[in-house]
Structure formats: structure tokens, C-alpha cells
């Protein structure tokens, strides 16, 4: 940029103005933090910088303007969640709303051309502020996530992107990244027609001012956009077609949400009747559907899952972390495929060691199949130079330079202390090693260990490649580097990582443990596998707990729930039919028949043997089969064992509990969470439903203590 003829005062310091030869330069750097926020006191400081450039537009001194941002790594990553959060009435949104659009709307019609100069994330506020630019050119940098997210928080896009997006693409197309809050990048967002220009992440800056000076000499310096085909034009541009348009999304959004999440229908709603209509129309659509949405139930507690996800990844120990720059998983089967996946995927060189060829050749092809789909949008050079990370072993050389191992061997502590040994004996004197163990103690596996001060727990959750929760476990010896070490690492695969006590079943197994014990006894009263399953889904749960049992494995499960029993008591007793169900020989959906019956990574339904066993086995009569008996049932005794494993310090606060089982289990985020479900239900309420339950099914479902004292006492979980 030419050298600044004027700088312009700006009264909060997120923001600063410059004008030169003719191009003025907005440039956000929110002072302190790593991310730029569109708080209200921003947009309205905004407001009034555009105002300062339309004096200049009208005296000839500005002929075009530049939006940027001064953060490696991001342009504007949205609205400030804690402003949102205190919003509490509809009105009260709505004219929040209402405004914001107001002062973008002001950029849209200075009457000289715009430019959002995208090095760096561009997401929600953000990118809606882009929209109002005339044009929007990004660095070509693959990481760069570009996209609206709201209707993951509850809410729809409401600064102008519910409006603007589909008029600048295409409905269809903007229906596409705005109903799944999809994120995109750079080439991706050009082949869309979202962008105008991708330009070389090297030297942008120098690349961006070019463009904006010549579009100050009048010159149009971008490549004309690219629109939809005809045909879809011709379809979304008559009310017709709209209406055909709609029927096949909403069924689709139904299906996939259950009903559970206002926000998709409400922004197909708008979208499909602002589109077509003056501007002013679809943003006043946008501020009255946003006022709904904000002061809902639903959007309030996806809104604190959101920061309870943020809060869980700042959590970790105050030790400097080593520097991670390869590393080695030994065990090739799926679980150690899809970590080093994860590594090879972040550029990190990571070899992937097991006994004999064959099996290393499997976790290889297994890990490139998983990175070839996870980096399908990626420039081929630069997948092929990922893949290139992975790298095969039968032995231990080159283990001497990884900086962390993660042991990843079967579930057997006699197996993995040899294995931990070896590893030990082959690594340099800071390597830090971890076990994937999903049930055996840290600290008696550090008993085998020379230097039990580097090793800890990182239980990933299959299939690691998408399961985003990481069980951080520290064992007695643990020190704060290796521990600090692993929660990098974590956070560097895109995991949330959660401390955890080495106790029996961690957290989350732990409280599946009891959800699974309860759907086992369910069973044997007589309640339907179908009737137990659609009430499990219906709750919203991902899955029903059959299906869930299938996905663990039943061998995994049964030794799962012997150590819980051992070590926490008889309340993880399994009901006797489905002891018998898992001893049977069968294995789950790795052995294709569990509950269900598979083909391929598919369910084909229950298994009709498996419905005869069970309607055979029935002890307790016929059983009360109606979905919110199911429902409370399982849910109250996860939050029963919950509340016990809070008071046993297995982890530090109710949020850790909540984030962990939305992550690990996918208990249904529009509730906010296990705990913050229980407080909406009541303590008081709860302690007596399990108490009636108690009395009639079995003391497994006592109340635990910290319940009893919390009711009696009138607290929450949260406050």
C-alpha cells in the first residue's frame, strides 16, 4: 500500500481507517486476541467510518475500499457469542439484527466498488460482511474456512446472508452452505462463485493492493463470476419452481433433524420468500426470523455448548507443551489407522508400526483411504505430500526422533505393558508415550515404565477420524509437560480434549456404562428392541443403544462392564439376557451380526434371532413400553452415575461432564447437555423419580449422594 495520505480516528480500537491514493483501507485487529468479533460496539464504530468514506466518496478522494484484517489466520470469525447470549426477548433481537444490516447496507452503496481482502477465516458476521463488498478475492491457502454457521448455534444467518448469499450464487447453491452451516475453502468458495479471485497466499497484501488500485483508476481488475447454469436460473428465478424447490429440502432437513432444530427450516423459510423480492424484503425477514430464533430454548443451550466446547480446549496444564513434530502409533488395526491418519493429515511424518506386513499394510491403505476423503478439496500436490506422512514399520527404528508414541494395542494390560516397554527402550529421553486404553488404569500401566512422568492417557473414540471428544487421563505420576504435551496434540488433530482422573471407565464409558446396564434391564422387563431403540432416537441420540452396543463391539462391552462392576459395583451388572446375548460368540458390527444384522458398514435391520431370544428370555412380565418411561429411565441414570463421578473428582466441573457426552456420545446438543438437561428437569424432581425407580426396578438407580445434597440444598449443576 502507497504511503497513508490520511488516518482516520476511530473511537474503538478493533478497528482503524487510512486513506490513500484514492483507496481506503478498513482494517480490523481486535486488540489482544487471535480473533476478530462483530460486537455491536464494532458495527456501530463501523458505521460511522463508513460514514467518514462516503464524505470522501463524495469529494473525489475515495474511489474504491479494502476490507482486511491485520490476524495471520483470520478476517472476522462472527458475532461475539456472549453479546448474543444476553439477548433475552425477540424484539430485542430483531432490532440487534435490524441495525447490523442497517450499517453493512451503508458498504454496499458507498457507490464505488469493495473489495474483502480474505486471508484468513472468514466466517458468519464475517462473511456476510463480505457480501456487502462488491467484490471478495482470498489467499490461496487450503486451511482458510469460509462459510455461514449460525444454524449451527440455533440461529440463521441474519446480517444480510440469508439474503444476499442465494442472489449472489444461486439458491440452490446458497441453500447449500447456509441450511448445513457447510464451511468451504478458498478454490472451493471460486468454484461456487462466492469469491472472485483466489490470489497467491504469498505476499496477498501486495496482491490485494494492486487490485484495489486499479479498481481506483476505473479499471475492473477481477475475472468475471461465475453463475449457476442456466437451466437451475431459470428454475429458482420463477415462483414455481421455488415452490418445487422446497417440498424435497424441507423433507430432507425433517429426516436429518428429527425436528429437534428450528433453525434449517426457518432459514429455508427465508430465503425461499425474500428471494426474488426487493432486498429490503428478505433482510426484514431475516431480523423478525432471527428474534425467534435467539430467544429459544434450542438456540440457548446450543449457544452454551459452543463455549463449553471453546472453555474444554483452553483447560490445558500451565507446562509449556513439547514441540510435536513426528510421531509414531503402534497397533495398524482401525483405531491406530484412524490416529495416524489425524497426524499425517495435519503434515505431521508419523509411521504406523504392528508385528508383521500384512497388518502394517492394511493400517496404511486404511489411512490413506480416510486421508484421500478427508483431503478430497485439497490441491493434489499438497494431499500427496500429506500422504506422503504416512509411513509403514515392523520395528523400531526412527522411533528415536518421534516426539510423542501413542500406544494403540489390543486391550489387554499384559499386551500393552510389554508393548510400553519396548517402546520405552526405543525412544529419545523427552519422547512422550501415550496408550489408547478405553478401560485400563494409567497408573498401574506406568508401573512397567522407567520414566512414568511422560506417560498418560489419550483415549480417542472410534472411529477416530470423526469422533471429535479426546479423554485426556492423567495418571499419579504424570508430570504437566507430557500431560500439556498430549492436550496440544489433541487440540493440533482437531479433537476437544477433556481431563480426566485415571478412574475405572474414565468419564464417559462410565456413564455409558450405566446408560447401556439400564437399556440391557429394559430388555429384560419386556420392552421392545424396536419400541427401546425409536425412543432412544426420538430423545435424539444419534443411535439407539443396540445399535450403540453393535458399534462398541460385544466383546468390548462385556470386559467394559466386568471392570466397572469390579471396580464400582453391582449397579453395572448386566441384566442375565443379555449377558447371555453378549457371550454369545457374537462380536457386533465388526463381525457383522450383533443386534442387527450387516451389510458392509450398513445395518439391514434386528436381527429375528436375536428378537426371539429376547422375547423368549422375558422374566419380569410385560413391561411399561411407553417412550418418555424409556426415555427418563436411561437418561436419569446417566445422570445418576454423572453425579457420582462428579463427587469422585473424575473430572473438575459439570461443563467438562456435558461437553464430554455430547462429544463422546452424541447426547443431543439442542439440550444443552447431560447436566443442563437434568437442570431444566429439576434436581428435586429427579432425586424422586430415581427414588420411585429405585424402589421398582432395582437399587442400581438410587439416588447417589451428591443428587440427594443438591436437592436438598436447591442447587444446579450450572449455575
Known amino acids: 500500500m502507497a504511503r497513508a495520505q490520511l488516518a482516520v480516528a476511530s473511537r474503538v480500537p478493533d478497528l482503524t481507517l487510512e486513506i490513500a491514493e484514492r483507496v481506503a483501507w478498513i482494517t480490523f485487529d481486535r486488540p489482544g486476541e487471535k480473533v476478530n468479533l462483530l460486537t455491536v460496539a464494532v458495527l456501530r464504530e463501523l458505521g460511522r467510518l463508513l460514514e467518514e468514506i462516503a464524505g470522501a466518496v463524495s469529494a473525489g478522494e475515495v474511489r474504491a475500499v479494502v476490507v482486511r484484517s491485520a490476524k495471520p489466520g483470520n478476517f472476522i470469525a462472527g458475532a461475539d457469542l456472549n453479546e448474543l447470549a444476553s439477548v433475552t426477548t425477540p424484539a430485542q433481537a430483531s432490532e440487534v439484527a435490524a441495525e447490523g444490516q442497517r450499517i453493512l447496507g451503508r458498504l454496499s452503496e458507498l457507490g464505488v466498488p469493495s473489495v474483502a481482502a480474505i486471508a484468513g477465516?472468514?466466517?458468519?458476521?464475517?462473511?456476510?460482511?463480505?457480501?456487502?463488498?462488491?467484490?471478495?478475492?482470498?489467499?490461496?491457502?487450503?486451511?482458510?474456512?469460509?462459510?455461514?454457521?449460525?444454524?449451527?448455534?440455533?440461529?440463521?444467518?441474519?446480517?444480510?446472508?440469508?439474503?444476499?448469499?442465494?442472489?449472489?450464487?444461486?439458491?440452490?447453491?446458497?441453500?447449500?452452505?447456509?441450511?448445513a452451516g457447510r464451511t468451504v475453502g478458498p478454490r472451493d468458495a471460486l468454484r461456487r462463485g462466492l469469491l472472485d479471485e483466489v490470489l497467491p497466499a504469498e505476499n496477498f497484501a501486495a496482491w490485494i493492493a494492486r487490485r484495489a488500485e486499479a479498481l481506483a483508476r476505473g479499471e475492473s481488475p477481477f475475472p468475471p463470476r461465475r453463475r449457476p447454469p442456466l437451466p437451475l436460473r431459470l428454475l429458482e428465478g420463477n415462483p414455481l419452481g421455488r415452490r418445487f424447490l422446497r417440498s424435497p429440502v424441507r423433507s430432507r432437513i425433517l429426516r436429518e433433524t428429527r425436528g429437534h432444530y428450528p433453525a434449517p427450516l426457518r432459514a429455508l423459510d427465508v430465503a425461499l420468500r425474500g428471494y426474488g423480492r426487493p432486498l429490503a424484503t428478505g433482510l426484514r425477514l431475516e431480523a423478525d426470523a432471527v428474534g425467534e430464533l435467539l430467544a429459544s430454548d434450542v438456540c440457548k443451550n446450543l449457544i452454551a455448548v459452543f463455549r463449553m466446547t471453546e472453555r474444554a480446549r483452553k483447560q490445558s496444564p500451565a507446562a509449556a507443551p513439547r514441540q510435536v513434530r513426528r510421531a509414531a502409533v503402534v497397533g495398524a488395526g482401525i483405531m491406530g489407522a484412524g490416529i495416524a491418519e489425524l497426524f499425517a493429515y495435519r503434515g505431521v511424518p508419523v509411521r504406523l508400526k504392528d508385528v508383521d506386513w500384512t497388518r502394517v499394510a492394511d493400517g496404511i491403505r486404511r489411512a490413506r483411504q480416510l486421508l484421500s476423503r478427508a483431503g478430497r478439496r485439497l490441491p493434489a500436490h499438497e494431499l500427496e505430500r500429506r500422504l506422503e506422512c504416512l509411513i509403514g514399520a515392523v520395528d523400531y527404528p526412527g522411533f528415536q526422533t518421534a516426539d510423542l508414541v501413542i500406544e494403540c494395542v489390543v486391550e489387554k494390560r499384559e499386551v500393552k505393558t510389554q508393548v510400553l516397554r519396548e517402546i520405552e527402550e526405543r525412544v529419545g529421553p523427552e519422547t512422550v508415550i501415550a496408550s489408547n486404553t478405553s478401560a485400563l488404569s494409567i497408573t498401574e500401566l506406568q508401573d512397567a515404565l522407567r520414566h512414568p512422568e511422560r506417560f498418560c492417557g489419550m483415549h480417542f473414540f472410534n472411529p477416530a477420524h470423526r469422533m471429535p471428544l479426546l479423554e485426556l487421563v492423567r495418571g499419579r505420576r504424570t508430570d504437566d509437560t507430557a500431560l500439556a504435551t498430549a492436550f496440544a496434540v489433541g487440540v493440533l488433530l482437531g479433537k476437544t480434549p477433556v481431563l480426566v482422573a485415571d478412574a475405572p471407565g474414565f468419564l464417559v464409558n462410565r456413564v455409558l456404562g450405566a446408560y447401556l446396564t439400564e437399556a440391557g434391564h429394559l430388555l429384560q422387563e419386556g420392552v421392545e428392541p424396536r419400541t427401546l431403540e425409536a425412543a432412544m432416537e426420538s430423545f435424539g441420540m444419534p443411535i439407539?443403544?443396540?445399535?450403540?452396543?453393535?458399534?462398541?463391539?460385544?466383546?468390548?462391552?462385556?470386559?467394559?462392564?466386568?471392570?466397572?462392576?469390579?471396580?464400582?459395583?453391582?449397579?453395572?451388572?448386566?441384566?442375565?439376557?443379555?449377558?447371555?446375548?453378549?457371550?454369545?460368540?457374537?462380536?457386533?458390527?465388526?463381525?457383522?451380526?450383533?443386534?442387527?444384522?450387516?451389510?458392509?458398514?450398513?445395518?439391514?435391520?434386528?436381527?429375528p434371532e436375536i428378537v426371539r431370544t429376547l422375547r423368549e428370555g422375558v422374566t419380569a412380565g410385560t413391561a411399561r413400553s411407553a417412550s418418555e418411561d424409556i426415555q427418563s429411565r436411561l437418561v436419569l441414570a446417566m445422570v445418576n452415575e454423572a453425579a457420582g463421578a462428579l463427587a469422585d473428582g473424575v473430572v473438575g466441573a459439570p461443563e467438562d461432564v456435558d461437553t464430554a457426552m455430547i462429544l463422546g456420545t452424541g447426547f443431543p446438543p439442542f439440550r444443552g447437555g447431560l447436566l443442563r438437561y437434568a437442570d431444566s428437569l429439576g434436581v428435586g424432581p429427579i432425586v424422586e423419580q430415581l427414588k420411585r425407580l429405585a424402589d421398582t426396578a432395582g437399587e442400581r438407580l438410587r439416588p447417589a449422594p451428591l443428587l440427594e445434597e443438591m436437592a436438598r440444598e436447591g442447587r444446579r449443576f450450572h449455575g
Do not use: H, M, W
Not at 464400582?568 to 463381525?591: D, M, N, Y
Open 544 to 607: 439407539g443403544p443396540l445399535r450403540l452396543l453393535d458399534e462398541i463391539g460385544f466383546d468390548i462391552a462385556r470386559d467394559a462392564l466386568a471392570t466397572l462392576q469390579t471396580k464400582l459395583g453391582q449397579r453395572f451388572t448386566a441384566a442375565p439376557l443379555v449377558e447371555r446375548i453378549l457371550t454369545s460368540g457374537r462380536l457386533g458390527k465388526k463381525g457383522s451380526l450383533g443386534f442387527y444384522r450387516y451389510r458392509g458398514d450398513r445395518p439391514a435391520g434386528l436381527d
Open 121 to 179: 477465516a472468514c466466517l458468519g458476521g464475517g462473511l456476510e460482511l463480505a457480501l456487502a463488498c462488491t467484490y471478495r478475492a482470498a489467499a490461496n491457502n487450503p486451511d482458510i474456512a469460509i462459510g455461514l454457521p449460525e444454524v449451527r448455534l440455533g440461529l440463521l444467518p441474519a446480517l444480510g446472508g440469508t439474503t444476499r448469499l442465494p442472489r449472489l450464487i444461486g439458491l440452490t447453491r446458497g441453500l447449500d452452505l447456509i441450511l
